[in-house]
């Protein structure tokens, strides 16, 4: 995808529970983008995502404040529809498990 990636990065695996309650408190508008520059925090920067300055940073460009109330509960309705990895894309109740399998989901937004 010509995107640079660092292939081992120090802080991987981590716990991205933070990160995650910090997207689920951003504005709907801005999830993907805090989402993206998150991403490419660990996998391009090579930046720890659990460092609560780098959240703090990353909220304040976004207008995010953690949430971890709604982050909970996104868990738990994942749960309920038997999402097991990420990234799941659900259409129409059906689920689509991977980034190799957005070819499927274009198919199925183009009808």
């Known amino acids: 995808l010509g995107v640079p990636i660092v292939m ?3 802080f991987f695996p981590v716990d991205s529970s933070a990160a995650a309650a910090l997207i689920a408190g951003a504005r709907p508008e801005a999830r993907m983008a805090l989402a993206g520059d998150l991403l490419s925090a ?7 995502l659990a460092d ?3 959240l703090e940073e990353l909220g304040r460009r976004h207008g995010a404040r953690p949430d971890k ?3 909970e509960a996104y868990t738990q309705e994942a749960v309920g529809r ?3 990895g990420a990234p799941t894309y659900v259409y129409k109740e059906e689920l689509f498990w991977g980034q190799d399998r957005i070819d499927f989901v274009r198919a199925k937004l183009a009808g």
């Open 69 to 71: 109330a709604q982050y």
């Open 8 to 10: 081992q990065p120090r």
């Open 82 to 84: 038997n999402v097991f």
């Open 52 to 54: 609560p300055s780098l």
């Open 42 to 48: 660990l996998w391009k920067d090579d930046r720890n």
